[in-house]
């Protein structure tokens, strides 16, 4: 394995996980958000209410999004499956 292959691989290996991530992460930051704007226009302070909405909020993304993050991963493992090959050289 050429240290430009073993780049290519970790570049692409980091691209995934941030373009897999990222929908999740965006979604309870910007539930987050809405929850702390609430909280301290009502000056309510119940921990039950961030956690709630977040985690309803991911259940819904996951839900949503499960097929293409399946077939993403699935694609990716398998192109790295088929390069395993060019690795051994």
């Not at 119940?46 to 293409?68: C, D, M, R, Y």
Request: proline content about 6%.
């Amino acid at each position: 394995m050429t240290p430009e292959f073993a780049v290519e691989l970790v570049k692409n290996l980091m691209f995934q996980a941030i373009a897999l991530a990222s929908p999740i992460l965006i979604v309870a930051m910007t539930i987050g958000l809405g929850v702390s704007l609430f909280q301290a226009v009502t000056s309510i302070h119940e921990q039950t209410l961030s956690f709630v909405p977040k985690a309803l909020g991911i259940i819904g993304v996951l839900i949503v999004l499960l097929p293409w993050l399946l077939r993403t991963t699935i694609e990716f493992t398998t192109a790295i499956l088929q390069k395993i090959p060019d690795m051994v050289r």
